[in-house]
Nanobody
Framework: QVQLVESGGGLVQPGGSLRLSCAAS????????MGWYRQAPGKQRELVAA???????NYADFVKGRFTISRDNAKNTVYLQMNSLKPEDTAVYYC??????????????WGRGTQVTVSS
């Protein structure tokens, strides 16, 4: 069994910052890419940023220059530093991991999400 647990969401004023964390645990053999997605009310879930096991990153255009994704492979943890937050960044943020479990099965896992609200 694998679990992804997000933390760090909350309420922040426009222009503020938040740092999200997502820790993966369980019967993990190795983790390939990890990423952050978000879903606002009435909208589809969308990719925010992703990072490979080697550290290569990919960002959605709407967060380039404002958000930074990073990971600690030793801790099976991925982070999302969010700066210059805007009201339109308000959404539930989900962690995602493409990984191999101990039975040598590869699959994609999701966290339950953490709410980020940007409002004055």
């Amino acid at each position: 069994q694998v679990q992804l647990v997000e933390s760090g969401g909350g309420l922040v004023q426009p222009g503020g910052s938040l740092r999200l964390s997502c820790a993966a645990s369980g019967s993990i053999f190795s983790i390939n890419a990890m990423g952050w997605y978000r879903q606002a009310p009435g909208k589809q879930r969308e990719l925010v940023a992703a990072i490979t096991s080697g550290g290569s990153t990919n960002y959605a255009d709407f967060v380039k220059g404002r958000f930074t994704i990073s990971r600690d492979n030793a801790k099976n943890t991925v982070y999302l530093q969010m700066n210059s937050l805007k009201p339109e960044d308000t959404a539930v943020y989900y962690c995602n991991a493409d990984l191999w479990i101990m039975t040598m099965t590869r699959d994609t896992y999701w966290g339950r999400g953490t709410q980020v609200t940007v409002s004055s």
